[in-house]
């Protein structure tokens, strides 16, 4: 199945080698002349809105891992991909990846799904940039149903903006140079399993990872930032790759306003979030990585973290700057390298 898809991507490659997206210090050239400030922009609060009532709604049951509110969200996803005419890269329109039961090693749930959406490179597809969310949440529990609008409802749903920006740059003939995974995985409450198999499991090389760009909770205010809520927690950025974290400064300098916060990234941080997001299992095999978080808030795993709690103006933030990021880095000449290996 790789090798088919391995020369699907070629063909690909011949079809839109005549891209002319320009690295990442220059503005974009296009048919429409739409620029990455442009796409970003199509990334809105309105939309993310409309799109987290859905995800979050009360139907999804609070899509636990195996349960029908989870298969029910996994179909959502897909026919959002499906809808924007964005590939499955297992072929033949499959985006889901088996995550069978017996992986979970005992715990609850039963079989589940990854679900992935591809977008190839125009200039180097076999490079791959992954930026993933979990979209399981805890279920329901005495009657209540736990939304999970934040957790990760916020990251699900900007990852389809994000993906949806990116599929824009395409039909304009703007098109990322590498290849960009869209990775929603499941499994994350019970312990990380859905992207653990995933790295156990790789669509596409390890080796051939660029980074892994992690959004887990990015809908709300840490009640401590209260005053100063224009920001976004990074963790994980210098952990193994220096290149990554300047051109992650870097970025944030030069398309936004938002503070970067690296309270949860020192190394003695008793939250220990470094660990505990699914960035953590990329990270295990030296693939660089970074977690956009928000910190946790008094609705945290409670039936209270419901879509109308959400800032979306701060989210629309939050995700075009996640979206620049991964412009940059699929965009610029040289592969981001992992050069603080320990």
């Not at 994980?236 to 503070?259: M, R, W």
């Not at 945290?300 to 620049?324: N, V």
Request: charged share 25%; hydrophobic share 35%; glycine share 6%.
């Amino acid at each position: 199945m790789l090798m088919k898809y391995f020369l699907f991507v070629a063909l690909a490659t011949s079809v839109v080698s005549c891209n002319l997206a320009q690295n990442s210090t220059t503005p974009v050239a296009s048919i429409d002349s739409s620029t990455r400030v442009d796409y970003a922009n199509t990334i809105t609060a309105s939309e993310l809105s409309e799109l987290l009532y859905e995800f979050a709604d009360d139907k999804m049951q609070g899509r636990k891992t195996g349960e029908p509110g989870q298969k029910m969200a996994a179909e959502y996803l897909k026919n959002f991909y499906e809808s924007r005419s964005i590939q499955a890269p297992l072929g033949d329109g499959n985006y889901f990846q088996p995550v069978p039961a017996t992986y979970f090693n005992g715990k609850e749930g039963a079989d589940s799904e990854n679900v992935v959406a591809f977008i190839p490179g125009s200039e180097k597809p076999e490079e791959v940039i992954v930026l993933s969310s979990h979209y399981d949440h805890v279920g329901m529990y005495d009657g209540e149903v736990f939304n999970g609008a934040d957790d990760d409802g916020s990251g699900t749903v900007s990852m389809l903006e994000i993906a949806e920006a990116f599929q824009q740059a395409v039909k304009d003939g703007n098109g990322p140079k590498r290849s960009i995974l869209f990775l929603h995985v499941t499994a994350e409450e019970i312990g990380l399993y859905g992207s653990k198999y995933y790295t156990d499991n790789p669509i596409f090389p390890l080796e051939n990872t660029v980074c892994n760009l992690n959004t887990d909770m990015i809908g709300r205010i840490d009640p401590k930032k209260a005053d100063n809520p224009n920001y976004v927690y990074l963790i994980g950025s210098d952990k193994l790759s220096q290149e990554l974290h300047d051109l992650s400064e870097k970025v944030a300098k030069e398309y936004s306003d938002l503070e970067l916060d690296y309270t949860f990234n020192d190394d003695n941080d008793p939250n220990r979030f470094y660990y505990r997001s699914d960035h953590y299992n990329f990270a295990k095999h030296n693939i660089p990585v970074i977690f956009y978080f928000n910190g946790v808030h008094e609705d945290y795993h409670r039936p209270t973290d419901t879509p109308d709690k959400i800032e979306y103006e701060l989210m629309e933030k939050r995700a075009r700057l996640i979206f620049q990021t991964a412009w940059e880095v699929a965009n610029r000449e040289e592969r981001i390298i992992a050069n603080k290996l320990k």
